[in-house]
């Protein structure tokens, strides 16, 4: 069996995990050692079975696949996790990034595709579906925008306008701005109110979404 992936399948639908495990068991380079209902078996599993590729899905009882992601992949010798879920909003792809994963699938994602995830990521290099691949370019793209439509507004401003306005987005209060920045509460009101003219803005809100925007908080 030398050369050959291990894989670990963690699902908390057996009908998924044994779909799973149809479809990689004829596949070649690859066995599938082990299998879990949830990310604390999955944990124990690594454990008894070391494998090389964990494919994990998110959305389980007791520890979720983020979690179990983030624990695997924080040991000295982690295999390689590869989500394969159904919930694919940004917000899911992003936190699997982060917690270490190296490629995320969707659950109708073709088992020649998934067959090359596990070898691809094996070879070190990350996969993602297409959709996702298409959708966090866009993210980024519109995040660019809005950081560079941020920082062009807050450079109308007057350097103290400035302060005031990066003050706001840390939730300052027009007291605590005040003595934070050694002027009156007046005065600080009156930037506020500048700050909003300025930038057609309606609220303290927009200002603070702003800042935020702009990388300053």
Same mark, same amino acid.
Request: hydrophobic content about 50%; cysteine-free.
């Given at each position: 069996m030398a050369g050959v %992936?291990? /894989?670990?399948?963690? $699902?908390?639908?057996?009908?998924?995990?044994?779909?799973l495990f149809m479809m990689l068991d004829g596949a070649a380079g690859i066995t599938v050692v082990a299998e879990a209902g949830d990310g604390q078996e999955a944990i124990a599993a690594t454990d008894a079975h070391a494998p090389d590729v964990v494919l994990m899905d998110l959305r389980m009882p007791s520890v979720d696949g983020i979690t179990a992601t983030r624990r695997l992949r924080a040991r000295a010798?982690?295999?390689?996790? %590869?989500? /394969?879920?159904?919930? $694919?909003t940004d917000e899911n792809v992003l936190h699997a990034l982060r917690a270490g994963?190296?490629?995320?699938?969707?659950?109708?994602t073709s088992p020649p595709q998934i067959v090359e995830a596990i070898t691809r990521v094996v070879a070190g290099d990350p996969i993602l579906s297409p959709g996702i691949t298409r959708r966090l370019m866009d993210r980024t793209v519109a995040q660019a925008g809005a950081y560079e439509r941020a920082r062009a507004a807050l450079a109308a401003l007057t350097p103290r306008e400035q302060e005031v306005a990066l003050a706001i987005g840390r939730g300052r209060t027009n007291a605590g701005i005040a003595a934070d920045l050694a002027m009156g509460?007046?005065?600080?009101?009156?930037?506020?109110?500048?700050?909003?003219?300025?930038?057609?803005?309606?609220?303290?809100?927009q200002i603070a979404l702003l800042a935020h925007d702009a990388g300053l908080t």
């Open positions: %992936i291990r /894989v670990l399948l963690v $699902d908390d639908d057996a009908l998924v995990r044994a779909g010798r982690p295999p390689e996790v %590869i989500v /394969v879920t159904t919930f $694919d994963a190296a490629g995320f699938l969707l659950k109708d509460i007046t005065t600080v009101k009156a930037h506020v109110s500048s700050i909003l003219t300025k930038l057609d803005l309606g609220n303290r809100t």
